[in-house]
């Protein structure tokens, strides 16, 4: 089989066929023939998947092979797991209904799946779709329009309630277990990756103990701008599901605090609205706070600037 440690650009079967990289044998059997794969650039240093854009005698896809000792180190995806039961390498190879559940719901273009395989002794896991036309976003770029979009794709998915929460595929967990799992998996991430002060681990324990949602939707912990597509200013795809789960919509909102400036949270907010009332957020913004901030969310290193950064709404 060939790794990723080898980095192919274009690898070759004995009957001179393009061999996908780092895919065995028996994956490449229901991917279209592969003329060329070049390996895009990894948007962070600690980045679990490495892409490839892929022309073939059919179209053009994204084969994104993911690292399972990457996956293992993420502080991001020990936390998936540890709370959601997110287990990415394992499983990968059932993300066709993600997919499908998310095109019927979100106002966006979804990649069209063709294939995917979760991590075995012989191979990597990995995900192909078709490519979308577009440029990705970039945070300094974005426009009041691109924020009004976005509001309208989470209220359609904060529409979507359920009294379980958990992986997309097995929402299996009650409501009445949802404190327990957050004050586990805070303890279990500050023993991985330390340098919290014992005093704010306890209050933040003691705060996510008292946590009773509501309902839960459909959320994705790490959402970025970067995980959209755009054209003249308009965002038109969703293009990275992987970390879909359901849960609470204010841990969403917690996540929106820090990638929405005060004039884009209002005009989330003024959208928004229109559809169901905002969160309440006071009594979990801080609990929730320092889980994404031990996940990594968005790389930020001193947890005390990630505590005190800006609320944009009560």
């Known amino acids: 089989m060939a790794t990723s440690k080898s980095n192919p650009i274009t690898q070759f079967l004995p009957s001179g066929e393009s061999f996908y990289p780092s895919l065995s044998k028996v994956q490449q059997q229901n991917l279209p023939k592969l003329i060329k794969a070049t390996p895009l650039p990894k948007m962070f240093d600690d980045s679990t998947h490495q892409l490839w854009d892929c022309e073939t005698k059919q179209d053009a896809l994204i084969l994104k092979v993911c690292n399972s000792e990457s996956v293992l180190s993420s502080s991001f995806w020990q936390g998936m797991k540890y709370l959601f039961n997110v287990d990415l ?3 990968l190879g059932e993300f066709e209904n993600v997919y499908k559940v998310l095109s019927k719901i979100s106002a966006f273009t979804i990649p069209e799946y063709i294939a995917s395989g979760s991590a075995t002794e012989n191979s990597l896991a990995f995900i192909a779709c078709k490519k979308i036309s577009g440029t990705m976003v970039l945070p300094e770029n974005v426009s009041d329009d691109m924020v009004i979009q976005l509001a309208e794709h989470l209220v359609r998915l904060h529409q979507q309630k359920q009294v379980t929460w958990g992986r997309i595929n097995d929402a ?55 995980q959209f597509l755009q054209k003249n200013d308009k965002l038109t795809a969703l293009v990275d599901l992987d970390a879909f789960v359901y849960g609470p919509r204010e841990l969403e909102f917690i996540l929106l605090e820090y990638i929405l400036n005060n004039q884009q949270a209002k005009l989330f907010a003024s959208f928004y609205s229109q559809f169901q009332p905002l969160p309440q957020l006071e009594q979990v913004r801080e609990p929730y706070r320092l889980l994404l901030f031990l996940m990594n969310v968005l790389g930020e290193s001193k947890v005390d600037n990630w505590m005190k950064a800006p609320f944009r709404w009560e």
Do not use: C
């Open 89 to 91: 390498p394992k499983q």
């Open 172 to 226: 299996k967990f009650d409501v009445s277990d949802w404190s327990g799992h957050l004050q586990k998996t805070l303890k279990l991430l500050v023993k991985n990756t330390g340098n919290i002060p014992e005093k704010l681990l306890d209050e933040m324990l003691d705060l996510a103990g008292k946590i009773m949602p509501n309902y839960f939707v459909p959320i994705m912990p790490d959402l970025r701008w970067d």
